[in-house]
């Protein structure tokens, strides 16, 4: 296989990425609380040598291969969304940006969110799945005159979380989370944080991710037409 095929094949995968990753933040531009996610690059070389300090054994193919373009890894953004006030007094939205609501996921597990678009479930405060929202104790609350007051919001690195839906999260690690006994100033009541999708930004990535996969589908043709060519052309001589 001619050697330039090899950067090429993986800058299309890469751009394949890029267009699905693209793709589920114009998705879950209405999904409340929602955080974009965006992608980074490097080379395979460098993802080897990180693979190689992580105690692990993968092993260089050549130089070509070595230097072709990867994706390294994914990122939130972790911008907060505009607050929309919705006069909902069941609605409630986060004031600062590394903050976050309890829930109880389906698992019996202590879920984070920053949705705090909650309902009423025969008296008890829930999330739009139906989990219960948690207070600072980590107990489901009782709808009363004073619920506002009860909803438990902690602080926590988005380093320490790892994705479980569109807005919900878990902690990879307890140690480092910082429950609030008192709320106040922390949340904004009859609000909810909206997405933080840029959707002009976002369409602007998703042309130039279809784009970038079309050049390098076409500069791939082009040199499987030239090498179809040349053996062509080396066959006739061969008569």
């Known amino acids: 296989m001619n050697q330039g095929t090899y950067p090429l094949a993986a800058s299309m995968i890469n751009q394949i990425n890029r267009l699905d990753q693209i793709s589920n933040n114009l998705a879950n531009i209405n999904t409340n609380g929602f955080k974009q ?24 193919i050549n130089e070509v291969t070595n230097n072709i373009p990867k994706i390294d890894s994914k990122f939130i953004n972790t911008e907060m969304g505009p607050i929309a ?13 590394d903050t976050f609501f309890k829930i109880q996921n ?26 219960n929202v948690l207070n600072a104790n980590n107990e489901p609350i ?33 140690i480092g989370i910082e429950t609030f006994e008192n709320n106040e100033n922390l949340i904004v009541t009859g609000a909810i944080e909206k997405s933080n999708v840029n959707s002009v930004s976002a ?18 043709k082009t040199i499987d037409d030239l090498n179809g060519a040349l053996i062509e052309k080396i066959g006739s001589n061969t008569k």
């Not at 202590?110 to 949705?115: E, G, K, V, W």
């Open 142 to 174: 009782v709808i009363d005159t004073d619920t506002a007051s009860q909803v438990g919001v902690v602080k926590i690195s988005y380093e320490n979380l790892e994705k479980t839906g569109d807005n919900t999260y878990l902690a990879k690690n307890t």
């Open 37 to 60: 996610e965006g992608t980074s690059e490097t080379t395979f070389n460098y993802y080897l040598q990180r693979a190689q300090e992580q105690n692990t054994t993968p092993t260089k």
């Open 203 to 220: 369409m602007v990535e998703l042309i130039d991710a279809n784009r970038r996969f079309e050049q390098a589908q076409k500069a791939v």
């Open 85 to 97: 006030m919705t006069g909902n007094a069941l609605d409630f939205a986060l004031s600062n940006p």
């Open 106 to 131: 389906q698992n019996g597990d202590i879920a984070y969110t920053r949705d705090g678009a909650f309902k009423n479930l025969d008296n008890f405060l829930v999330d739009s799945n139906g989990n």
